[in-house]
């Protein structure tokens, strides 16, 4: 979720591609309607669908990295590797993982690789809509995938939590905007405290979530302005033994930000239903891990 020197950007990237080509050879599922279709807010465009999904379970030991990469235009094509239920779905929702409530354990332990693919038509279409549409198209897309695959039913609700607020620290922002990062509309790359991420602060916040064990609300004042960015860090609490930074050090330090505790209304989604998601097969998926 942070942006490498740029050796090891290159290296992650084509192991993107890679990962990319293991999809394209492995069992293909048609992504059918979904009998749950998630609902539209008003005044937003259609929703759209992907045209294929392909999807099958992760089965190597690694489970400490992974990645999510949204907008693969050689593909037409987005790409989720080694992820967990509960990412996917916080992730198709903009929320936090401590934002989504009532998840099995397999949820949270189970790992999947996913390739979602449009028509060239389509994808021509969905590139040609404003970066904030596209985001919204984006997870009203995977909501459907979520409802087929898992036959996911969920509803929203807003509770009082104590949260942390991502504001922008008192020297100023360290890292600088940028408007596309290689062609891509979004992507992550993410490792134990070794986060190499382009995307808005909202994003950010929805990921700072995981480490910090609560809700994380941008505050930043930002909106849909988009960063390439690094973040390393040792310790998740305030203050670490290692003598690296803390997570809370390394946003400061490293961002140019910080977070503030503080109790607000929160809106999370409560799971109401869920099943193992139907996947495909993977040929020699045990012998050679992504």
């Given at each position: ?13 084509g192991?993107?591609c ?6 394209a ?21 259609a929703a ?10 992760y ?12 907008d ?13 239920s ?27 690789s996913l ?18 549409e ?25 509770r ?12 100023g922002?360290?890292i600088?905007?940028?408007?596309s ?45 988009r960063?390439?960015y690094?973040?390393?860090?040792t310790?998740?609490g ?7 930074p ?14 503030v ?7 999370v989604?409560?799971i ?19």
């Amino acid at each position: 979720m942070t942006k490498l020197a740029r050796s090891h950007r290159s290296t992650r990237i084509g192991s993107l591609c890679a990962f990319a080509f293991l999809l394209a050879s492995c069992a293909t599922v048609s992504s059918q309607q979904a009998t749950l279709q998630p609902a539209l807010q008003a005044g937003a465009p259609a929703a759209m669908a992907f045209d294929k999904v392909t999807m099958y379970p992760y089965t190597s030991d690694n489970t400490g990295g992974g990645f999510l990469w949204w907008d693969n235009a050689s593909a037409n094509a987005w790409l989720f590797g080694n992820v967990s239920s509960l990412n996917l779905i916080a992730n198709a929702y903009g929320l936090g993982m401590h934002q989504v409530i009532g998840l099995p354990r397999w949820a949270e332990t189970d790992r999947y690789s996913l390739q979602a693919n449009m028509a060239a038509d389509k994808f021509e279409e969905f590139e040609n809509l404003p970066v904030d549409e596209q985001s919204a198209q984006q997870r009203l897309m995977m909501q459907a995938v979520l409802a087929e695959r898992y036959q996911l039913k969920a509803h929203r609700e807003t509770r009082e939590m104590p949260v942390y607020e991502l504001v922008v620290a008192d020297q100023g922002l360290k890292i600088a905007e940028k408007e596309s990062f290689d062609g891509h509309s979004g992507g992550s790359f993410f490792m134990p405290r070794d986060w190499h991420n382009y995307g808005t602060m909202e994003d950010l916040a929805s990921k700072l979530a995981g480490p910090l064990g609560g809700t994380v609300i941008d505050k930043t004042g930002l909106g849909t302005r988009r960063f390439l960015y690094e973040l390393k860090w040792t310790s998740d609490g305030q203050s670490s033994r290692a003598g690296g930074p803390s997570i809370f050090n390394a946003l400061d330090q490293q961002l140019g930000l910080k977070l503030v505790p503080a109790t607000d209304q929160v809106e999370v989604l409560v799971i109401d239903h869920i099943e193992k998601p139907t996947t495909g097969l993977r040929p020699n998926a045990a012998s050679r891990p992504l």
